[in-house]
């Protein structure tokens, strides 16, 4: 699962991220909203689990301001004591934006999470100045594509090239591969077919409350078995 923010608006309604995260980045309220969607997510899991659903770890996303607060570290393990939790329930998300230019610094902050026992999920990859370099020097364990290139596949040979390049890649790295925006069978079927291990996008389901997650989870399979193809 992956933690996903809303703000639901008391005039306009439900808003997306890319509506009011910018704002809140610069004025530095993404700190505390940040924090808000660990404390969440935390709850979320604590009940999950008393509940017995079977949820193994949740996705939360980290900013760039965020990133760089003074002990992150100690917050988030902090932040997991309190609720009960151990860092094998997380998987923490950042975007290249927010390591490039200050890969060593950067370095030593996602080292510290990793030898906790966080995996480490490097999101919208290619969508920024990417650098090989830092794939080399960053303890990463998952690599995200960006959906962006995955709107033209297979019908697109450049993209589909980037995708199956940098799947390869990944992989040949020790790393796991994560593609978002999956939209249709043949593009599933296409990222498959490169050994991509998880993806995300609407072919499988749009954005669902906690409520539904455990719905479909106790249910005694898994929801979606019917929508993935058996490749030969």
């Known amino acids: 699962m992956e933690a996903l923010i809303r703000w639901q608006h008391p005039r306009l309604g439900l808003l997306m991220p890319d509506h009011f995260l910018p704002a809140a980045e610069e004025s530095g309220l993404i700190v505390p909203i940040g924090q808000q969607v660990l404390e ?3 709850s979320q899991i604590k009940q999950w689990l008393a509940q017995e659903v079977p949820v193994k770890r949740v996705a939360v996303n980290l900013s ?10 100690g917050m988030i393990t902090g932040t997991l004591a309190n609720y009960g939790l151990t860092t094998k329930h997380f998987e923490l998300e ?6 490039m230019g200050t890969v060593a610094a950067a370095s030593r902050v996602l080292r510290e999470l990793h030898d906790l026992g966080m995996d480490i999920a490097l999101d919208d990859f ?3 100045y990417s650098s090989l370099y ?24 450049d993209s589909t090239t980037i995708v199956a390049t940098v799947a390869s890649l990944a992989h ?3 790393m796991r591969v994560v593609v978002e925006g999956v939209e249709t069978l043949r ?6 077919g490169f050994g991509c291990e998880q993806v995300q996008g609407y072919y499988f389901s749009r954005p669902i409350s906690p409520e539904e997650v455990s719905a479909l989870l106790k249910a005694g399979r898994f929801p979606f078995a019917d929508k993935i193809p058996k490749l030969v």
């Open 134 to 157: 830092y794939l080399k020097e960053l303890p990463i364990d998952i690599l995200k594509i960006d959906k962006s290139f995955i709107t033209q596949i297979p019908d697109d040979r």
């Open 64 to 73: 760039g301001r965020q990133f760089w607060e003074e002990d992150l570290a």
């Open 126 to 128: 290619g969508t920024g």
């Open 40 to 42: 969440m997510a935390c």
């Open 187 to 192: 593009q599933l079927k296409t990222v498959m």
């Open 94 to 99: 950042v975007t290249e934006s927010v390591v």
């Open 172 to 174: 040949g790295l020790g």
